[in-house]
């Protein structure tokens, strides 16, 4: 979508806590209805009378059959969308920016890596690729968090389990956590990477990415295997006001997901 | 033996008998102490399953804090390479573990009768060594704390 559009009234349908300081929100329309997202697209969610940020789908049909989103309280939007309540109102543009390619990844080993909540825009393809197991390769999905009690979607993961190579690490483990302890990156070798059959989807704090990336190539997985979901400061959401640009790119209209072969150069370059 | 660890992949087939001729196959159960942290460091491992934590003595009355934990495929210990010799962590093995060990005199008189593999078997360790170090100054930036990760 690259045309500027008002946003349309949805309701909150339900929420569910994920951790302490995060929640998933899923939304219905209350009128009309946006266009079909697709894993990876974000919505600007807009937070009446307090402010609008793009936040990523979580899951494209709820239980409710809306649009979920993850939202962590860190600043006063997200704050506002966490304390959201069944039956309260917000707006909400989009689809916008680019989705995960899986396409690229057909016949492939699907890796996914997460950190913290990088997780949420991560689920879509989760689930796109459990629901056509045909489709690819081996699953494979890495979470890193900062503590246990950190981690989102743990009924999911656990699911998960089931049909994918699933690893969790944590930064800092909690007296009764008996799981892995470290980077995320450490969780490969479990995985038995197969570099030349292997598409790695990677998403959570850009430090994270960059040495995940690097990790991965020193591996033997070539840079546009890797993709990214990117974060710049996005307003618009259309490419028009530059807020979100990084070098030729406008995020929000070319990203959030970009080949890391196209910004490997320009996350390594200073105030760009 | 069957299953190797990848970390042997970068050896050429000759070279990894000959290190394989020194191992030995074994394992750990629950809970089992591998070794303490400024224990003297004479052998490493090559997990090939179960998991092995590593871990740091605090102060007091408190458990040792685990600071890493490794699993299949991964290497454990490369404090027999340099000197004091001694076990910078301690090691437990979290679920039963089964390994290769390779004792680090038997592996160093192997490495001074063929230098290539000792290059080679250097090189491999420095890589790990490596990346675990840059993982770690990674940790150290609280990459998932709210502040780090930043709004989304």
Redesign the interface.
Same mark, same amino acid.
């Given at each position: 979508m690259s045309a500027v559009t008002p946003p349309l009234p949805y309701r909150v349908a339900d929420t569910r806590a994920e951790t302490a300081d995060s929640r998933s929100v899923e939304l219905v329309p209350a009128d009309r209805e946006l266009p079909p997202f697709s894993p990876g697209q974000f919505a600007m969610i807009y937070a009446f009378g307090v402010g609008e940020v793009p936040i990523s789908v979580s899951t494209l049909c709820g239980p409710h059959g809306g649009l979920v989103h993850t939202v962590r309280a860190v600043g006063a939007v997200s704050t506002a969308l966490y304390a959201l309540r069944p039956g309260d109102t917000v707006g909400l543009r989009g689809p916008f920016g680019s989705g995960w390619d899986l396409d690229a990844a057909a016949g492939q080993d699907v890796l996914v890596v997460a950190g913290g909540i990088g997780l949420a825009p991560l689920r879509p393809v989760v689930h796109a690729v459990l629901d056509r197991p045909a489709a690819h390769g081996r699953l494979g999905i890495l979470v890193g968090t900062r503590t246990p009690d950190d981690l989102i979607y743990r009924e999911d993961i656990e699911r998960w389990r089931d049909r994918a190579r699933v690893g969790v690490a944590v930064d800092r483990p909690a007296p009764h956590w008996q799981g892995s302890v470290g980077a995320v990156t450490t969780l490969l070798d479990a995985f038995a990477l197969r570099p030349d059959r292997t598409h790695a989807l990677v998403c959570g704090p850009e430090v994270m990415m960059r040495h995940t990336a690097r990790v991965l190539m020193g591996r033997g997985l070539a840079a546009h295997r890797v993709q990214v979901s990117l974060e710049r400061n996005m307003r618009c959401a259309t490419g028009h006001c530059g807020h979100c640009q990084l070098g030729p790119l406008l995020l929000c209209r070319d990203g959030p997901v970009v080949g890391y072969d196209r910004v490997a150069r320009l996350l390594a370059v200073r105030e760009l | 033996m069957t299953d190797l660890p990848?970390l042997l992949d970068f050896l050429p087939l000759v070279q990894r008998r000959r290190l394989l001729s020194v191992a030995l196959d074994v394992s750990f159960p629950v809970g089992a102490r591998l070794f303490d942290e400024d224990g003297e460091a004479d052998r490493f491992w090559l997990l090939r399953r179960g998991?092995v934590?590593l871990d740091v003595r605090l102060s007091g009355r408190q458990?040792e804090a685990?600071?890493?934990?490794?699993?299949?495929?991964?290497l454990l210990g490369w404090s027999w390479v340099c000197p004091p010799y001694r076990w910078h962590l301690g090691a437990r093995a979290?679920t039963g573990v089964e390994a290769l060990e390779f004792p680090a005199t038997d592996v160093l008189a192997l490495c001074a009768a063929d230098p290539e593999l000792g290059y080679a078997l250097m090189r491999q360790f420095t890589g790990v060594v490596a990346? $675990?170090l840059?993982?770690?100054r990674? $940790?150290l930036?609280?990459?998932?704390?709210?502040?780090?990760?930043?709004? $989304?």
């Amino acid at each position: 979508m690259s045309a500027v559009t008002p946003p349309l009234p949805y309701r909150v349908a339900d929420t569910r806590a994920e951790t302490a300081d995060s929640r998933s929100v899923e939304l219905v329309p209350a009128d009309r209805e946006l266009p079909p997202f697709s894993p990876g697209q974000f919505a600007m969610i807009y937070a009446f009378g307090v402010g609008e940020v793009p936040i990523s789908v979580s899951t494209l049909c709820g239980p409710h059959g809306g649009l979920v989103h993850t939202v962590r309280a860190v600043g006063a939007v997200s704050t506002a969308l966490y304390a959201l309540r069944p039956g309260d109102t917000v707006g909400l543009r989009g689809p916008f920016g680019s989705g995960w390619d899986l396409d690229a990844a057909a016949g492939q080993d699907v890796l996914v890596v997460a950190g913290g909540i990088g997780l949420a825009p991560l689920r879509p393809v989760v689930h796109a690729v459990l629901d056509r197991p045909a489709a690819h390769g081996r699953l494979g999905i890495l979470v890193g968090t900062r503590t246990p009690d950190d981690l989102i979607y743990r009924e999911d993961i656990e699911r998960w389990r089931d049909r994918a190579r699933v690893g969790v690490a944590v930064d800092r483990p909690a007296p009764h956590w008996q799981g892995s302890v470290g980077a995320v990156t450490t969780l490969l070798d479990a995985f038995a990477l197969r570099p030349d059959r292997t598409h790695a989807l990677v998403c959570g704090p850009e430090v994270m990415m960059r040495h995940t990336a690097r990790v991965l190539m020193g591996r033997g997985l070539a840079a546009h295997r890797v993709q990214v979901s990117l974060e710049r400061n996005m307003r618009c959401a259309t490419g028009h006001c530059g807020h979100c640009q990084l070098g030729p790119l406008l995020l929000c209209r070319d990203g959030p997901v970009v080949g890391y072969d196209r910004v490997a150069r320009l996350l390594a370059v200073r105030e760009l | 033996m069957t299953d190797l660890p990848p970390l042997l992949d970068f050896l050429p087939l000759v070279q990894r008998r000959r290190l394989l001729s020194v191992a030995l196959d074994v394992s750990f159960p629950v809970g089992a102490r591998l070794f303490d942290e400024d224990g003297e460091a004479d052998r490493f491992w090559l997990l090939r399953r179960g998991e092995v934590a590593l871990d740091v003595r605090l102060s007091g009355r408190q458990p040792e804090a685990v600071v890493e934990t490794l699993g299949p495929g991964q290497l454990l210990g490369w404090s027999w390479v340099c000197p004091p010799y001694r076990w910078h962590l301690g090691a437990r093995a979290v679920t039963g573990v089964e390994a290769l060990e390779f004792p680090a005199t038997d592996v160093l008189a192997l490495c001074a009768a063929d230098p290539e593999l000792g290059y080679a078997l250097m090189r491999q360790f420095t890589g790990v060594v490596a990346e $675990r170090l840059q993982a770690t100054r990674i $940790r150290l930036l609280d990459l998932y704390a709210p502040q780090g990760s930043g709004p $989304r």
